[in-house]
């Protein structure tokens, strides 16, 4: 983290940036040598494809890049040269938990004896996989409260969609899912959450927050009723704020039949603290890839479980793990008529649920609570730290931070004309990932900082200090902000056409060039 930083450039005479690998390719050209072994199997594989009939073949060349093998492994070097990630330094990216994941998980998740297991093989060839599911569930059932946990959801939307499915499932079987269509969800939720409510067929009624950042407990009063089907939370919500009516909540809902589901992405700050399920949640998914230390930013992979109480364990996706007690087996079961079915091919992202266990064997009991606890101290750190810097704020600030904080950098704008976004684009000249920004809506000029647990007070000091003299700069010589980035492979870039008019593959883009 330093002024210093600059990110790599490839830039070639005419072209700006580093080509792409179409455009270095050179037709006839090879990147790699087949075994002689391949002969036989590239004639077989030929002659199945003639056997294809002539009219659903492919017509047109599939248009390979052809380059040789050291143009490949420079072109992604280049490419990485120009990328940004958590091992090259802090990424304050709020309510995505980009905390260091320690290495021993990656190669524990690489050995061959986990990898190279094929979920078709027999149950009985794959008993040591089998009880590493199995623990885990337990783990996690133990760290949320519930009775049970289906590891087969592959992100957290996916483990909300899975727990939406639930909750449909159960007003069904009481028959009154014709009238239970809304999902209640609080304005200050992730965008996730009315997603997977409207995609699993119900209704979103939003609730606004009170002017403490939390729930508006007259509010939700108000709306609740036989129509009710559940209310999915964040707590802590994305405010970083714990909501702490969270068993009146319970009860408003329960009282009207409906279920209280659990956005538990962000365990971090709560880790072994208090238990969704304690607080009166029916349904929670975790975010292993988050809270359990997988790489991710980017697409993946990821993994979503989500736990249940007793009640709704029989809508489980099937298959689930169990264990034989007299006979010593873990066996897959699929028998079980009240389930809502297979949410995902085979068992769930086979190395990132291994990825998670060992994280929280290596951790214990006790170093989760110690996860939370530093998370929690370093973001009240940084909530403190950059409020008291001109320009920037803390709204709802009568209450501490847990995970993250929401700095609001709405008198900069006012007073200088710089925004949020533009603070955003300044800290990547320093090497700094830059917060969310403008989420959650109900603050204006949002920067959303989550620290996590990982990093030192010096890095957390060296960010403070980065946010004071983009502050300094806003106030004096602000074009320097208002142009930001500057020491980035890619300047600023207009966010606007990017979104509207993507260009996301070779043929839009040469559509694009002529
Ligand atoms: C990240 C996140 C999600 C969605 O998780 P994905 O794995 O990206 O689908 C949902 N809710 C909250 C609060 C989150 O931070």
Not at 288 to 315: M, N, R
Not at 447 to 470: A, Q
């Amino acid at each position: 983290m330093s002024e210093g930083f600059k990110q790599a450039i490839w830039k070639e005479k005419e072209k700006v940036l580093e080509p792409l690998i179409f455009e270095i390719s050179v037709p006839g050209r090879v990147g790699h040598i087949l075994p002689k072994a391949c002969d036989k199997v590239l004639r077989e594989v030929g002659d199945v494809l003639k056997s294809i009939p002539e009219k659903i073949r492919r017509k047109t060349p599939v248009n390979l890049p052809e380059v040789s093998e050291i143009q490949l492994t420079r072109h992604y070097l280049h490419l990485a040269q120009m990328n940004y990630a958590v091992d090259l330094g802090f990424y304050p990216l709020g309510s995505c938990t980009m905390k260091y994941n320690p290495r021993i998980n990656e190669e524990i998740a690489r050995m061959d004896k986990i990898s190279r297991l094929h979920p078709y093989q027999d149950a009985s060839t794959v008993q040591g996989a089998l009880e590493l599911l199995y623990r885990l569930e337990k783990i996690l059932a133990e760290i949320s409260g519930m009775a049970r946990v289906t590891l087969q959801p592959s992100a957290g939307a996916h483990g909300e969609l899975t727990g939406l499915c639930i909750i449909r499932k159960y007003h069904e079987d009481k028959g009154e899912i014709q009238n239970r269509r809304e999902i209640i969800v609080p304005d200050s939720a992730h965008g996730t959450n009315p997603a997977s409510a409207n995609m699993a067929g119900f209704n979103v009624v939003t609730i606004p927050s009170s002017k403490e950042g939390c729930v508006d407990l007259e509010a939700l009063r108000a709306i609740v009723g036989k129509q009710t089907a559940g209310l999915m939370l964040t707590n802590p919500n994305t405010l970083g704020i714990f909501e702490e009516d969270i068993l009146e909540i319970s009860h408003i809902i329960h009282n009207v039949g409906g279920l209280l589901y659990y956005d538990g992405a962000n365990l971090n700050g709560v880790l072994n603290k208090v238990r969704p399920g304690d607080m009166g949640f029916d349904i929670v998914h975790f975010n292993l890839h988050k809270t359990f230390s997988t790489p991710h930013g980017g697409g993946g992979p990821g993994a979503g479980p989500v736990g249940v109480k007793e009640e709704l364990v029989p809508y489980l996706p099937i298959p689930t793990i169990e264990y034989d007690e007299k006979k010593g087996i873990y066996y897959l079961e699929y028998d079980r008529p009240k389930s809502i079915g297979k949410m995902k091919g085979f068992y769930g992202n086979f190395g990132v649920i291994v990825k998670a266990y060992s994280y929280i064997l290596s951790l214990g009991a006790k170093g989760l609570n110690e996860v939370a606890e530093v998370a929690v101290l370093n973001a009240n750190y940084l909530a403190k730290k950059i409020s008291e810097i001109p320009g920037f704020g803390l709204p709802y600030a009568e209450k501490p931070r847990k995970h993250e904080c929401v700095i609001s950098a709405a008198k900069l704008k006012a007073e200088t004309g710089v925004t949020a976004f533009d603070v955003a684009k300044r800290i990547l000249d320093f090497g700094i990932h830059a917060p969310v920004v403008y989420f959650p809506q109900i603050v204006e000029e949002a920067l959303m900082i989550e620290p996590t647990e990982t990093e030192t007070k010096e890095n957390l000091d060296t960010f403070v200090s980065v946010m004071r003299k983009i502050s300094s700069e806003a106030y004096g010589e602000k074009e320097k902000v208002l142009n930001a980035p500057h020491n980035t492979s890619v300047g600023r870039v207009d966010e606007v056409r990017a979104a509207r008019k993507p260009i996301l593959s070779w043929k839009m883009y040469q559509k694009y060039k002529s």
